[in-house]
């Protein structure tokens, strides 16, 4: 009877090890012609920019805005950039060539992007398309 149990406890260990390693040989032996056959999808990129600024910070260029009782005058010139402001018979002038690292980056975005941008911060609105198209090749 001994040997019966015997028999019995080895066949109990030895079928599921068997099971085991027979279906990890099926699983792992699977041919992946189904993989190899299928092409990539080829995606298009469209850019995002679409109304891309004209404009380079080497210049020379000159902007003209008003907005209102304000008169905004933009100076460009191997990247040093000058913003003179007139409001009531004052002039003041701003040195903006230190923001031209922030300026490079914007001239590569939509104007759309930064048309939000401009009425976000600035608190009013201001028509940046307009502003762009009065910039002149020149001094």
């Known amino acids: 009877m001994d040997d019966f ?58 902007c003209h805005y008003q907005d209102g009782q304000k008169q905004y005058d933009l100076f460009i010139k191997n990247k040093n950039v000058v913003l003179q402001v007139k409001e009531n018979n004052q002039s003041k002038k701003y040195d903006l060539s230190p923001y031209i690292p922030y300026a490079e980056g914007l001239l590569k975005t939509d104007i759309a992007n930064i048309q939000s941008m401009v009425n976000q911060y600035s608190g009013r609105k201001i028509d940046v398309k307009k502003a762009l198209d009065s910039c002149k090749k020149g001094e």
Do not use: A, E
């Open 5 to 62: 149990f015997s028999f019995i406890s080895k066949t109990v260990i030895i079928i599921p090890v068997v099971v085991i390693i027979l279906s990890l040989m099926f699983k792992f032996n699977q041919s992946k012609s189904g993989l190899i056959n299928q092409t990539p999808t080829v995606i298009p990129i469209i850019p995002s920019i679409i109304n891309k600024i004209p404009i380079d910070l080497i210049g020379p260029w000159f």
